[in-house]
């Protein structure tokens, strides 16, 4: 998507091991008519999959989730990181963080990720493609169907797109980061 992506070009910055900081427009300070722009195009990308829910994660993936939930007229579940004591129907996965090398949960509440959804995963960036694997573990739970996976930054060379690729699962990046070796941003296309 040439907007994200001369962006991206334009305020994003590269940081030691492979990370890209977006602050300016999408994980701190945030461009709704950016934002707007990119689920529009997610919306148009996933134009013929039976969707009924959108899902993501907190805190980051919240933002790019409710716009695609409120074009596609959609409710939205987020996965939590804190295990809220009232959660009713909990479903819980571990994730591997391999930026702080360590694994923590994500819950939903099947009251939300239902049976028989068919569910849209919406996330800002897709690495080594871990909190993807939760995801689909707590679907699979939650005897929903995962029907795509859209990600805002793909960063290839960490390679998360292959493995959910490989799945089948049918997966959009709207930005895909090639490198950032030498602290060059080289993006696809
Ligand atoms: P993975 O899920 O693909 O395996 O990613 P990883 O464990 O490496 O990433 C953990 C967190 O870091 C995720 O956010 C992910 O979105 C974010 N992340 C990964 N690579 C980059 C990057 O290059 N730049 C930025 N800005 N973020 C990156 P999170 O910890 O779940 O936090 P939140 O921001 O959604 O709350
Ligand atoms: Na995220
Ligand atoms: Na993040």
Do not use: W
């Not at 030691?16 to 707007?36: A, R, S, T, Y």
């Not at 960490?158 to 080289?186: F, M, P, W």
């Amino acid at each position: 998507m040439k907007a994200l992506k001369e962006r991206i070009l334009q305020d994003g910055k590269c940081f030691e091991g492979g990370i890209l900081k977006v602050d300016n427009f999408i994980n701190h300070q945030m461009d709704p008519i950016l934002m707007k722009s990119m689920a529009v195009e997610f919306v148009r990308r996933f134009a013929s999959t039976d969707i009924n829910k959108v899902m993501t994660i907190e805190a980051s993936g919240i933002a790019p989730a409710i716009m695609v939930g409120y074009l596609l007229e959609l409710p939205v579940v987020f996965a939590k990181k804190k295990k809220p004591s009232t959660m009713e129907n909990m479903l819980v996965t571990s994730v591997y963080s391999f930026t702080k090398d360590r694994s923590y949960e994500v819950c939903v509440s099947s009251d939300y990720l239902c049976k028989g959804d068919k569910v849209l995963f919406i996330d800002d960036f897709l690495a080594n493609g871990n909190a993807a694997k939760g995801v689909i573990d707590l679907v699979k739970q939650a005897g929903a169907e995962l029907v795509g996976m859209g990600f805002l930054i793909e960063k290839a060379f960490q390679h998360g797109g292959d493995y959910l690729r490989e799945q089948g699962i049918h997966v959009e990046s709207l930005a895909i980061i090639e490198s950032l070796d030498n602290c060059e941003i080289k993006m696809k296309e």
